[in-house]
């Protein structure tokens, strides 16, 4: 994604340090861009659990470079010492967030790489450092992919309404910032963009971090997509006057049966989108397939946040990022995370792999390697 004309990624090794992995603090998006050193496995795990950065497909690549930097410190004194040390590191990152199953699988799978490279120290780190850089060239690849295989869906419905622009709304932000790069929901969007379709994007604010109305507006702008930032309780208004062409979200878990776990919201957005005889489609990278579960209402938890992100909303003021209190001080709050939006109200989803229906089935089609 380009920055003010820069390219950039979401998570990098800093040039000429290994040592540090830097990140775009996204808390200070749109207002500001900061780019924050990470050095220990304590600041990986509060860029995750605070929210330095978020979306799948990031939080699964931070957690494979915290690894990493687990590895560069830890103990050298013997193989089991190291491998404990790389334990103990993963637990910590895998606690952060337990709704995203790229977190997990980022974590399971460095631990597994750096086994099986060996006794020899030197080696295991070397592992740790391509294992994690190969994470993140892999997630911004099936990214660009599925945005290949997603464009298919908007140029069929520009070709149908003989050019006019389309209409997609999508919820939370499941663009380039929730990745590597391209983003999932939106790389389709950024395909047909590029290729000259006329799209534009309904972005929904998505309370109570406000993620649509912060960054997938921002990163839109910055790519030059026209879109319009909504209240999210416009999206079933919009559909019913037909306004919106389609919908595409991403997940931060979706079981191989089909059940999405998305931003909170997601759910009352798919029920709009059947009501009203709009597809919605949900976009993911393989990575963020739970291929263990097959319930998701009784078996994808559900991360509740602190009330505080309910009862205060930050916003730039006077040049300065400040939060204000919306609430009766007193009035407690509940902050669900995520909803789970079943497999029977999704038209489809868009892998890098192709689209296919939100179901077994479906899904063990394209990667039957999974059955």
């Not at 380009?2 to 990140?23: A, S």
């Not at 103990?75 to 977190?103: C, D, H, I, W, Y």
């Not at 792999?353 to 089935?361: F, L, T, V």
Request: hydrophobic share 40%; charged share 25%.
């Amino acid at each position: 994604m380009n920055v003010h004309g820069k390219h950039h990624r979401t998570i990098w090794l800093k040039k000429d340090d290994p040592n540090v992995v830097q990140i775009i603090d996204q808390r200070h998006i749109p207002h500001h861009f900061v780019i924050e050193n990470l050095v220990t496995v304590e600041q990986f795990a509060q860029a995750i659990r605070d929210m330095h950065v978020r979306g799948a497909g990031l939080i699964g690549a931070t957690a494979g470079f915290g690894m990493y930097i687990a590895a560069l410190h830890a103990p050298k004194s013997s193989p089991q010492a190291f491998m404990a040390a790389l334990v103990e590191a993963g637990e910590t990152l895998k606690a952060t967030r337990p709704t995203a199953v790229n977190l997990a699988w980022a974590v399971d799978r460095q631990l597994k790489a750096v086994e099986d490279a060996g006794d020899e120290i030197d080696a295991r780190v070397q592992t740790a450092r391509e294992t994690a850089q190969a994470i993140a060239d892999e997630d911004a690849d099936f990214c660009r992919r599925l945005g290949e295989h997603g464009k298919a869906i908007i140029k069929e419905i520009s070709k149908n309404k003989k050019g006019e622009p389309v209409n997609v709304l999508t919820h939370c932000n499941a663009g380039w910032l929730a990745f590597v790069d391209y983003g999932s929901a939106t790389a389709p969007i950024y395909a047909a963009h590029d290729e000259g379709i006329a799209v534009h994007v309904w972005v929904d604010e998505t309370r109570p971090r406000n993620q649509g109305a912060r960054l997938t507006a921002w990163e839109l702008g910055q790519h030059g997509v026209p879109h319009t930032v909504i209240a999210d309780n416009v999206g079933g208004h919009l559909m019913q006057h037909g306004m919106v062409d389609v919908v595409i979200t991403g997940t931060d878990r979706t079981l191989y049966t089909g059940d999405v776990a998305n931003k909170i919201g997601t759910y009352l957005k798919a029920l709009a989108a059947r009501d009203n005889g709009v597809p919605f489609y949900v976009a993911l990278p393989s990575s963020s397939f739970d291929w263990e579960h097959r319930d998701g209402l009784k078996e994808i938890p559900i991360e509740q946040r602190g009330a505080h992100e309910v009862k205060y909303i930050r916003g730039l003021h006077d040049g300065k990022i400040v939060q204000v209190l919306l609430t009766p001080e007193e009035s407690p709050a509940a902050n669900y995370a995520f909803d789970v939006t079943p497999a029977r109200l999704v038209t489809g989803l868009i892998t890098e792999r192709g689209i296919c229906p939100a179901s077994e089935e479906g899904v063990l089609a394209l990667y039957p390697e999974k059955r």
